[in-house]
Nanobody, 118 residues
Framework: QVQVVESGGGLVQPGGSLRLSCVVSGNIFVIRYMETMGWYRQSPGNERELVATITKDSATNYGNSVKGRFTISRDGDKYTIYLQMNDLKPEDTAVYYC?????????WGRGTQVTVSS
């Protein structure tokens, strides 16, 4: 059993910032085969899209719409990641999901809502 838990969402005004966190726990025999962890988002009527990923070697990849504004990072515990979101825009409004890819399987959290509105 693997648990993926996101936190840090909320309501913020345009131009503001938020920091999301994602903690993975559970079956270490699964988790240790981590390939990437990342953030995806989905807004009503749209497909889930890539926000950012980070590999076990800390290589990063970003979706085009967030490059230069969002930063993904990992702390000393490599099964915890963060998403620092700056200069937020109304179009960033979505449910943000954390993903652990391990052993060619994806493990998803339940998501955290981010709303950017004045």
């Amino acid at each position: 059993q693997v648990q993926v838990v996101e936190s840090g969402g909320g309501l913020v005004q345009p131009g503001g910032s938020l920091r999301l966190s994602c903690v993975v726990s559970g079956n270490i025999f699964v988790i240790r085969y981590m390939e990437t962890m990342g953030w995806y988002r989905q807004s009503p009527g749209n497909e889930r899209e890539l926000v950012a990923t980070i590999t076990k070697d800390s290589a990063t990849n970003y979706g085009n719409s967030v490059k230069g504004r969002f930063t993904i990072s990992r702390d000393g515990d490599k099964y915890t990641i963060y998403l620092q979101m700056n200069d937020l825009k109304p179009e960033d409004t979505a449910v943000y999901y954390c993903d652990l890819r391990a052993g060619s399987r994806d493990y998803w959290g339940r998501g955290t809502q981010v709303t950017v509105s004045s």
